[in-house]
């Protein structure tokens, strides 16, 4: 948000030369897209409040959010909006061109070796900062849900994309409604685990 032209060269332009270098050789792709796509519209889905969580009211997205959810007239963030782009054009690529594309738009991932910063890897930087005893802050009422993805299981979905006769396709991916977790519920876990009292502190929602 505070370098909006540097994301938009990353994000975009280098996804563009990707895309021109797979043109050029015949290459497949595979990209790693994002929930954020969807923006805000994510936030007009009705919930109900339960003690650790928000769930969805509408039963229909139990299972999962379809592929097909509404991505217009709504706020993404500066890095939504070049993810976005970028997901549009290697979906222009595959059709236009013919490359093989997954695109990946992918919830939270974690694993080993995760690089965690506050606002990067939050399932990381929480579990670091119980174990080191570190204070962390939850922004908003730590009942958002995210699904959880661990990096292995999402390298065998990649994997599978590009064994597969799948010639070009947008998954939403992640774990599943059982492998969903809350902010709440996180910070319990490592209670659980680690015997300590993570240090938490609560400030308002932040923007995106
Ligand atoms: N981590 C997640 O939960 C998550 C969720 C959805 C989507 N994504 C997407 O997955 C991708 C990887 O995310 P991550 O969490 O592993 O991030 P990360 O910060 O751990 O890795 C990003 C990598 O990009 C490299 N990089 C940065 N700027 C570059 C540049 N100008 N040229 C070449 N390389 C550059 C960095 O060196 C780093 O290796 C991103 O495209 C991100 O949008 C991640």
Known sequence: MLEPRTDFEVNLVGTFNVLETARLNDSSIVFCSTNKVYGNNVNTVP???????????????????????????TGHSPYGTSK???DIYVQ???HTYGLKAGIFRMSCIYGERQFRVEDQGWLSWFAIAAHMGKPVTIYG??????????????LTAYEAF???????????????????????ELL????EMTGKDPQVSFQDWRPS
């Open 141 to 154: 009422d730590g009942k958002q849900a995210r699904d959880v993805l661990y990096v292995s299981d999402l």
């Open 162 to 184: 590009l064994e597969s006769n799948v010639k070009h396709q947008v998954f939403n991916i992640g774990r599943g409604p059982d492998n969903t977790l809350s902010l709440l």
């Open 188 to 191: 319990r876990m490592l209670r």
């Open 47 to 73: 919930v109900h409040e339960r003690p650790t969580r928000y769930l969805f009211a509408d039963h229909k997205f139990d299972q999962r959010v379809p592929e097909s959810f509404p991505i217009d007239q």
């Open 84 to 86: 976005l782009a970028a």
């Open 92 to 94: 222009e690529y595959a």
